[in-house]
T-cell receptor, first 109, second 114 residues
Framework: GQQVMQIPQYQHVQEGEDFTTYCNSS?????IQWYKQRPGGHPVFLIQ?????EVKKQKRLTFQFGEAKKNSSLHITATQTTDVGTYFC?????????FGKGTRLHILP | DTEVTQTPKHLVMGMTNKKSLKCEQH?????MYWYKQKAKKPPELMFV???????INESVPSRFSPECPNSSLLNLHLHALQPEDSALYLC?????????????FGNGTRLTVT
């Protein structure tokens, strides 16, 4: 069946360093969404990418959708303590949204 | 703050109990969902309602019974649960186009089955 792989599983960075998480799908995706879940919280929608090669920015966050629509990345520039949490990608395949396993980001002060 | 409201926030129940989880949204969304999330895992889809009709059941055991009384409300009735059913239960909603619109999650109900 369709799978969405997300790496890394965990990432520890010093505050101010950059962070990137990657998602790869076994099949072509119609779109991909990104969510952030703070510790003890619920997933919060960040962005949706639809077009091949699409790049979107939200302040320090940059989201990319691959040309083949099989991979995506989220890059955070100059991380801050408020960036702590788990970042999930969620890809729309044949008929349902498949979540990646998430990347847990820890910020070291 | 979230525009999807779930009650209760916490629930402890025995394996012989019957309880219900409730979810409410007033964004005019026509798709509503139940997800189950275990610790350090992604949300796992259980049910999807579209226009108040059950459209997806991800082979969920019958001890979980969803109900959608109207377009704003979604319930999950629980009966004879097992300890392994302990998890965070998340309700979500999205606009009509299930396949192309973001999910708005509630704060969740943290369920413990003893």
């Amino acid at each position: 069946g369709q799978q969405v792989m997300q790496i890394p599983q965990y990432q520890h960075v010093q505050e101010g360093e950059d962070f990137t998480t990657y998602c790869n799908s076994s099949t072509t995706l119609s779109n991909i969404q990104w969510y952030k879940q703070r510790p003890g919280g619920h997933p919060v929608f960040l962005i949706q990418l639809v077009k091949s090669g699409e790049v979107k920015k939200q302040k320090r966050l940059t989201f990319q959708f691959g040309e083949a629509k099989k991979n995506s990345s989220l890059h955070i520039t100059a991380t801050q303590t408020t960036d702590v949490g788990t970042y999930f990608c969620a890809g729309l395949g044949d008929d349902k949204i498949i979540f990646g396993k998430g990347t847990r980001l820890h910020i070291l002060p | 703050d979230t525009e999807v409201t779930q009650t209760p926030k916490h629930l402890v129940m025995g394996m012989t109990n019957k309880k219900s989880l409730k979810c409410e949204q007033h964004m005019g969304h026509r798709a509503m969902y139940w997800y189950k999330q275990k610790a350090k895992k992604p949300p796992e889809l259980m049910f999807v309602y579209s226009y108040e009709k059950l459209s997806i059941n991800e082979s969920v055991p019958s001890r979980f019974s969803p109900e959608c009384p109207n377009s704003s409300l979604l319930n999950l009735h629980l009966h004879a649960l097992q300890p392994e059913d302990s998890a965070l239960y998340l309700c979500a909603s999205s606009s009509e186009d299930y396949y192309n619109s973001p999910l708005h999650f509630g704060n969740g109900t943290r369920l413990t089955v003893t």
